[in-house]
């Protein structure tokens, strides 16, 4: 299994091939489109990450092996792509590894936080927080 600093590392160098801001754009709602959808049990009041203008779930399930798996999905097709690259680093790890991550190093790094609005900036922060708190909440 690869490390969140591993799957870092692959997605700032794919960040790196493509050329403009708008080529990464449409690569990250590309990225979105490829999340399973949720079902409708699943886009719950208790699922819903607060803080964000457009409508984002979040699922949290731990795994057998220490692991925790996250789905999300949002009504917004640019949203759904940050959802996606925020799920591609920290799914698939133990909640200790989820909370020594710092997410907002990392979006500096590929180059995120300097290319959304401030609104757009606030939701991507409080889908961090909503997993922060989940892998505190798994890891107590």
Known sequence: MSSIQDELNELADEFDLLGDWEE???YVIE???DLAPLSDAERSEANKVRGCASQVWLVTEPQGDGTVRFRGDSDAHIVRGL???VLRLVSGH????ILAFDAGAAFNRIGLS?????QRSNG??????????DAEALSA
């Open 94 to 97: 133990t909640p200790g590894d």
């Open 124 to 133: 991507l922060a409080s889908m961090v927080a909503r997993i922060r708190r």
């Open 83 to 85: 959802i996606a690259v």
């Open 31 to 33: 990225m979105g489109r």
């Open 24 to 26: 990464r754009y449409r």
């Open 114 to 118: 300097g290319h959304l609005s401030a």
